[in-house]
C-alpha cells in the first residue's frame, strides 16, 4: 500500500481498533405525519377533533384550524420507548391543551386518547435539555463539503480522502440518523465558493426556528493565503474552496477564500441561532476558533466569529498542527468521527442521542489512544479542538 502525503499533511496507518466503521443504510423515523418530533425537557401541545370525521390531530400552538375543535379530557401518555414504561400522564384542557414539565431525556412514544373516540394519535419524540419549546417539527440541513483536487493551487496533493470523507460523513450523520433532515452535498468541482455560500443561504431560507444546522468540510488548508509582495498572511482562519487559488494579487486570493468571519456571516441568518455545528477537517483548523491575533493583511478574518452562543465548532488539528490521513480512505478525524457515530459509541450516557460535545470526547480519546501508541517519531498526531457548549444534537437512534 502506498502512503504520501495529503496536502501537504502527514499520513499514519489506522490500527485495527480504529478500523470498525460500516457503510449503513438509511433509517428515518417515521410517525404519523411523517415528521421526526424533536423538543426539549418540556412539552407542551394542543389537540384538536374534526367535527366531521373525529379524527385527532396535534399542533403546536392553540390556534384552532378550519373543521376542528379542542378536545376536552383528552388522556396524553408519556413512555420510555425502550421499557415501555409510562413516565408521565395528564388530560387536556377545556383548550385541548396538555403540558409536561421536566420530563427526562431520551427517546419516548407520546400517545394520544379519549374515551368515545376510535381514532388515537402515537408520535416518536425525542427529549434533550430542558428548555420549554412547543411541540412542533424539527430537522437539520447537513451541509457537507469535500474536496480533493484544486486545480489553481498545484501543492495541494490529492490523495483521494476529502471526498471519501464527505461521502462517508453523509452516510452515517445523514442516513442512519433518525434526527430527520435534508442535506446538500458539494464535492470536487461542484464545491465552489458561491454553490458553498447558496447551499448555507438556501438552509437559512427554508429553515424555522426549530430548526438544526450541520456544516461540515474537508479539504485543503496551507501555512500561507499568498506569496509575494506586500506579503503573505500566516495561518489561517480560512477554508479554500475547489476555485480557491494561491497566486495572484492579493485581494483575488482573499477573494476566492472562506474567512471565518465570512462563515460566520453566513450562518448567522440561519433561525435557529441556538444549534448550529461545524466540523472542520483541515490542517490548522483551531485558527477558526482561537481568536488569535495575527501578522497578516485580511481585515475579514473576524476572530471570535464562531463563538458566538449556540455554535459548536470541532476541528481536527490544532493552529500549528497538519492533518493526518490514510491515502484513498479517510482522515484520522473523520474516521473517528463516522466511528463515534457509528452503533452510537459516542453515546457516553446511553440516551440513545449523541451530542457534538459527546461526538468530540469519543473523537479526543480515539486520537489520544493512536498516539499514545504511536512508534514512529516522524508522524504527529494532531490534538481535535472543540469550541462552545457543546450541547447541538447531532445524531439520534431510536
Not at 9 to 33: H, K, T
Not at 70 to 93: C, M, W
Not at 173 to 192: M, P, S, V
Not at 304 to 315: C, E, F, Q, R, S
Request: glycine letters at 6%.
Amino acid at each position: 500500500m502506498r502512503f504520501a502525503n495529503f496536502n501537504h499533511e502527514e499520513v499514519v496507518i489506522i490500527n485495527q481498533r480504529s478500523v470498525r466503521f460500516i457503510i449503513g443504510l438509511l433509517c428515518a423515523a417515521m410517525l404519523l405525519s411523517g415528521c421526526l418530533f424533536v423538543f426539549h425537557g418540556d412539552l407542551i401541545g394542543w389537540v384538536y377533533v374534526s367535527d366531521s370525521s373525529r379524527e385527532l390531530i396535534v399542533l403546536p400552538h392553540d390556534n384552532v384550524p378550519s373543521g376542528y375543535r379542542p378536545l376536552k379530557d383528552a388522556e396524553v401518555t408519556v413512555k420510555f420507548r425502550k421499557s415501555g414504561n409510562i413516565e408521565r400522564q395528564v388530560k387536556t384542557d377545556i383548550y385541548g391543551k396538555f403540558y409536561f414539565k421536566d420530563l427526562a431525556a431520551g427517546a419516548k412514544i407520546v400517545t394520544i386518547e379519549r374515551s368515545g373516540i376510535s381514532h388515537k394519535l402515537k408520535l416518536n419524540v425525542y427529549i434533550y435539555w430542558s428548555t420549554i419549546n412547543a411541540l412542533t417539527s424539527s430537522k437539520v440541513y447537513y451541509i457537507v463539503v469535500g474536496i480533493d483536487e484544486y486545480p489553481d493551487i498545484s501543492k495541494a496533493a490529492n490523495l483521494n480522502v476529502a471526498v471519501n470523507d464527505a461521502n462517508a460523513i453523509k452516510d452515517v450523520l445523514y442516513g442512519q440518523n433518525d434526527l430527520g433532515g435534508t442535506i446538500e452535498l458539494l464535492t470536487g468541482r461542484d464545491a465552489t465558493k458561491a454553490n458553498i455560500k447558496k447551499a448555507i443561504f438556501d438552509a437559512c431560507y427554508n429553515a424555522n426556528k426549530n430548526d438544526h444546522l450541520v456544516f461540515y468540510f474537508s479539504g485543503y488548508a496551507d501555512e500561507e493565503i499568498w506569496d509575494g509582495l506586500p506579503g503573505y498572511a500566516n495561518a489561517l482562519d480560512h477554508l479554500i474552496p475547489y476555485d480557491g487559488v494561491d497566486a495572484g494579487e492579493p485581494d483575488q486570493i482573499r477573494d476566492s477564500m472562506i474567512t471565518d468571519g465570512e462563515l460566520a456571516g453566513w450562518l448567522s441568518r440561519f433561525p435557529n441561532q441556538n444549534n448550529i455545528t461545524v466540523i472542520l477537517d483541515a490542517s490548522y483548523a483551531e485558527t477558526f476558533i482561537d481568536g488569535v491575533v495575527r501578522s497578516q493583511s485580511v481585515p475579514e478574518i473576524g476572530l471570535l466569529a464562531l463563538k458566538a452562543p449556540g455554535y459548536t465548532v470541532l476541528a481536527a488539528a490544532s493552529t500549528d498542527e497538519r492533518n493526518l490521513a490514510l491515502q484513498n480512505v479517510n482522515s484520522m478525524f473523520t474516521m473517528f468521527l463516522v466511528e463515534g457515530l457509528q452503533n452510537l459509541r459516542a453515546d457516553y450516557n446511553n440516551d440513545s442521542i449523541i451530542t457534538a460535545r459527546e461526538l468530540y470526547d469519543y473523537v479526543r480519546v480515539e486520537m489520544d489512544y493512536v498516539r499514545e501508541t504511536n512508534t514512529d517519531r516522524d508522524i504527529i498526531v494532531p490534538y481535535p479542538r472543540i469550541s462552545g457548549d457543546g450541547n447541538s444534537v447531532v445524531f439520534v437512534r431510536y
